[in-house]
């Protein structure tokens, strides 16, 4: 495990836990400071009486701490792997107290559970008869739950998107709520996006029109090649198969964490992890229900040493990890840059293989400006050219306005179809 200063702070939460960690990491603020095999361990001393016990779990930079901070990983956490980062000389090679021995051993547990739980899933899958049978069963329902969806779809056309604003809003929700019983989750969420649209009829028409395309499409899914029906499949909410990707053969290399984006829609928080190698970009993905911790993630910058297999798809960018990524010593990679040309042109491609596409990625501009029109920003080349922006927060641009000074300036991000999604300056990686 290669610590450095940069990997450690990309795993805080916020700018204040890095802050606070930066200051806590000094020797003498602590007491036993000791780096057994697999694991940091210490006593940070806090406002209380008893100082706060902190380990980190090397195997995926996973913390616990007895400080009452509901932070993953907190401000103790992040000071202790910066000190063993510029300090290793500090550490001593004592066993942790017993209940960190004890927090560590369930993880343990848990991997192998999981990993237990995982090969019970392939034998499951092995069965073809049962596979068959739940297949079937669940195709049922999203047969008849995408029929009355087609049949509302149609019945909004016919009495004209103008009406459409005067329906409550129980009208969408109630048709979400069947599409979720009917097992069809993805349209449900698309479903549920249509009152955000009823302010601008070509947009809402478009939508619509998506929603239609994807009724049909699954009908006639028998036409099309494994892939497309993958990508169908998806577009529907059918969950991912970790076990049959993880069968497939996977692209082992040196993969640069270029980008990560969080964000809460529902009930649900998810976060996307982008890795980059040569030409090839994987797209990680991590839930967690609302107010829930996500599970820990890859620590921006870094460069995993990694093996990555793909999900079936017209346009491979799913991805999955198999076992367990190990952090190396960077590389200096360097991303290829994209005009926003280049940017239209690659996403239209990907779109005419599969037209369920949401976003794609990863795209380093360089030259770009931050323009506004009083309502919305936009990016903006040197021949003119403008890209509808999404920010992240409302706080972002002014960011990354205050970081450029008004010049061209280089960004990272995603694209879904409609706006650029920025990962900022203090979170992307490479040379944005």
């Known amino acids: 495990m290669n610590l450095t ?24 603020r602590w007491q036993n400071l000791d780096a057994p095999t697999g694991l940091l361990w210490g006593q940070a001393q806090g406002s209380g009486k008893d100082p ?20 993953f990983p907190c401000k103790h956490a992040l000071a202790l792997m910066l000190l063993y980062a510029s300090h290793p000389g500090e550490f001593g090679q004592a066993q942790a107290p017993e209940s960190l021995q004890t927090w560590l051993k369930g993880r343990e547990q848990r991997a192998e559970s999981k990993e237990q739980k995982a090969e019970g899933e392939r034998q499951k899958e092995a069965d073809p008869a049962a596979h068959a049978r739940r297949r079937a069963a669940r195709e049922k329902k999203v047969t008849d739950g995408l029929a009355a969806l087609d049949m509302f779809l149609r019945d909004l056309v016919r009495d004209g998107l103008a009406q459409a604003s005067s329906r409550p809003y129980s009208d969408w929700d109630t048709q979400a709520a069947r599409l979720v019983d009917a097992q069809v989750p993805g349209a449900a969420r698309q479903v549920r996006r249509i009152p955000e649209l009823l302010g601008d009829p070509a947009a809402l028409l478009t939508h619509l029109a998506r929603l239609h395309l994807r009724c049909q499409a699954w009908t006639r899914r028998d036409s099309l090649s494994d892939a497309e029906q993958a990508d169908l499949r998806s577009a529907a909410g059918f969950p991912l198969n970790q076990a049959e990707v993880l069968a497939r053969p996977g692209l ?4 640069l964490v270029t980008a990560q984006f969080t964000e809460e829609e529902d009930t649900l928080t998810t976060r996307r992890t982008w890795l980059q190698n040569g030409e090839h970009h994987a797209l ?9 911790p996500l599970p820990p993630g890859y620590p921006l910058g870094a460069t995993l040493d990694a093996e990555v297999c793909f999900a079936p798809s017209a346009t491979p960018q799913r991805a999955v990890v198999r076992g367990e990524a190990s952090v190396i010593p960077p590389e200096g990679q360097r991303l290829s840059a994209s005009s926003l040309d280049d940017l239209l042109q690659h996403h239209a491609g990907l779109l005419a293989r599969n037209p369920w596409l949401e976003r794609s990625g990863i795209y380093f501009l360089q030259n770009v400006q931050l323009t506004t029109d009083g309502l919305n920003w936009h990016l903006l080349d040197d021949a003119g ?27 990272l991000g995603e694209w879904n179809g409609q706006h650029f999604l920025i990962s900022s300056p203090f979170e992307s990686a490479g040379n944005a």
Not at 5 to 28: F, W
Not at 52 to 71: A, E, H
Not at 252 to 255: A, C, L, T, V
Not at 385 to 405: E, N
């Open 5 to 28: 200063p940069e990997t450690i702070l990309a795993l805080a939460p916020d700018s204040a836990s890095a802050a606070n960690g930066r200051k806590l990491a000094t020797p003498v």
């Open 284 to 292: 990680l993905l991590d839930f967690a229900p609302a107010a829930r």
């Open 52 to 71: 706060y016990l902190v380990g980190v779990d090397l195997n995926g930079l996973v913390s616990k701490c007895t400080c009452p901070s509901r932070k």
């Open 252 to 255: 082992q290399g040196h993969w």
């Open 385 to 411: 050219r403008t890209l509808p922006l999404r920010p992240a927060d409302d706080r972002q641009p002014y960011l990354l306005l205050a970081c450029s000074g008004g010049h061209p300036m280089s960004v």
